[in-house]
């Protein structure tokens, strides 16, 4: 697939650096299912064990979602070049 | 849009299906934008923007027409997301990251489960949706187990057994037979229930055998079928989105599982079927071999007089919380006139990148955190090799000894520098359980003792030298 050769060529370029928050980044972007999960939980014709299951699956998806953009931002605030003014 | 056709759904349809290209557009980008310090920050805020497009588009699709629930479920997983990220200490991302990675197969597992359930699709579909089930619900018991041994609620020594890989393959068999089976007659809804269960035990077999040097490879692996999940959901559900974003995720941590792989010199199914560490128990048992010890006054004095330090952090630092002390020291010898380096090895830690995480946490400027490769060549020149916690990686017996199970194993050249000061807790041997001839090595000093406290002791060693 297209896609998969895109995300080979970005991947390789990043150095081992930024290896951990460009895991916690693909993994929250993995979290893109939830959108699956907006589609089966809100359709109209869901039988009841279909929208319990949608339900939980906007909750664990948007759980990975939030938290890993929030713990990559998180990370990547911390990584600063050396301040001239560093004691 | 410049459609003339003024049909509602046509329209709805054409502005949703461009919204997902800009969507995506963001992800690819995000994902361009991370290889460098510089601009990492934007490439998450336009991921950021990419999934608030997502959601939103996907909200004004006019399949979606209930919203109580999909709101209920946003806040409710907002709601557990914000504290698990603001809360967690940063020596504990591994775990994080395998925690949230269950929850993201989940997802994915429970919509599969859940379309099935709703509309018995055939053929193709079908064949997809059970591939995004197996991978769903594999990921999920393999990453729960994967964070037991990460947070240390389970050994995380591998757990081996006879037989072990037949059984393995044996259950996956299973699974896949009873997979082809409920598509060949999706409405023998028995099967399903059957096939969950299997899919379940195959992620907890996955994960059992593996030890904890091996956890950046199987972190980064499990992180691609989550995304290979989330693509096969999105031909199950048709929609290019899943597919595009699914198939980037995947493909990264397909490659960061090779470039750990490639770290320890060590195969893909060495790295999924292999018991590491059972083997080696007959070589530990050789006579004692002296080593010398050096108090931290001492270890303080030629830390003080030399010219050039490389810290190389491992594991033990991440454990002893250490980060902050090493940045002290580090700086106090700066102050000295003594030039400081930190080493990083690409599997140093437990999941890719752990190291440089830590590192930036106590505020070490990233310039100074030097990869392997381009550190290596400098060694010789090195005054002292400080190793604050760490084993294998800097194992000699990776070069010299062919039948060492690390053998191969890329390794910082600490042993080649003038000095090599070990901080270790006792001499237990590493992850892999080999013993390591480095620390017997005439110009070896250990220094025993907590890295926190140790290091803190020549901080204040060093402050006085």
Known sequence: MLAAFVGFEMIRKVSPLLHTPLMSLTNAI?????????????????????????????????????????????????????????? | MNSAVPQVAAEAFGVYQALYIVAAACFILALKWMSSPVTARRGVLTAELGMLLAVVSTMMRHEV????????????????????????????????????????????????????????????????????????????????????????????????????????????????AVGIAIVMDPHNTMLFPVFVLLALIFGVLLIIPIGGADMPTVIALLNSYAGLSACAMGFALDNKLLIISGALDGSSGFILSIIMCKAMNRSFTNVLFGGFGQVQTSAAAGEQKPIRS??????????????????????????????????????????????????????????????????????????????????????????????????????PAAINDPASPIA?????????????????????????????????????????GDAKSFVTELVKEVAAA
């Open chain 2, 294 to 395: 050096a108090t931290a006054e001492e270890a303080a004095q030629i830390l003080a007089s030399s010219s050039s330090v490389v810290i190389i952090p491992g594991y033990g630092m991440a454990v002893a919380q250490a980060q902050h002390k090493i940045r002290e020291l580090s700086d106090s010898l700066t102050k000295k006139g003594v030039e400081v380096k930190f080493a990083i090895h690409p599997v140093a830690g437990r999941m890719p990148g752990h190291m440089n995480v830590l590192l930036a946490e106590a505020d070490v400027p990233y310039d100074k955190l030097i990869e392997m490769d381009d550190i290596n060549g400098e060694f010789g020149m090195t005054d002292v090799a400080l190793i604050v916690g760490a084993n294998d990686i800097v194992n």
């Open chain 2, 65 to 176: 027409v209930t919203y109580q629930w999909i709101i209920g479920g946003l806040l409710l997983g907002a709601a557990i997301g914000v504290p698990l990220a603001m809360l967690m200490p940063m020596t504990h991302v591994p775990q994080r990251t395998a925690i949230s990675q269950a929850c993201g197969a989940l997802a994915s597992a429970l919509i599969g489960t859940a379309e099935y359930y709703r509309t018995f699709p055939t053929g193709f579909t079908m064949a997809a949706l059970m591939v995004e089930t197996l991978l769903g619900f594999l990921t999920v018991t393999a990453s729960c187990m994967a964070f037991g041994k990460l947070n240390e609620m389970l050994p995380s020594r591998p757990i081996t057994f006879k037989g072990q890989t037949f059984f393995n393959l044996g259950v996956l068999a299973a699974a896949l």
């Open chain 2, 408 to 448: 191969g194993m890329p390794i910082l050249d600490a042993y080649k520098a003038r000095t090599v000061m070990v901080i270790k807790r006792g001499m237990s041997p590493g992850f892999a359980g080999i013993d390591n001839e480095l620390y017997y090595m005439d110009k070896t000093l250990m220094l025993f």
């Open chain 1, 30 to 87: 993995a979290s893109i299912s939830v959108v699956g999960a907006i589609l089966i939980s809100g359709a109209g014709d869901s039988p009841t064990l279909s929208r319990v299951l949608g339900f939980i699956a906007v909750v664990s998806a948007t759980t990975n979602l939030v938290s890993g953009y929030l713990i990559t931002d998180r990370m990547l605030k911390m990584f600063k070049k050396r301040e001239p003014a560093q004691k």
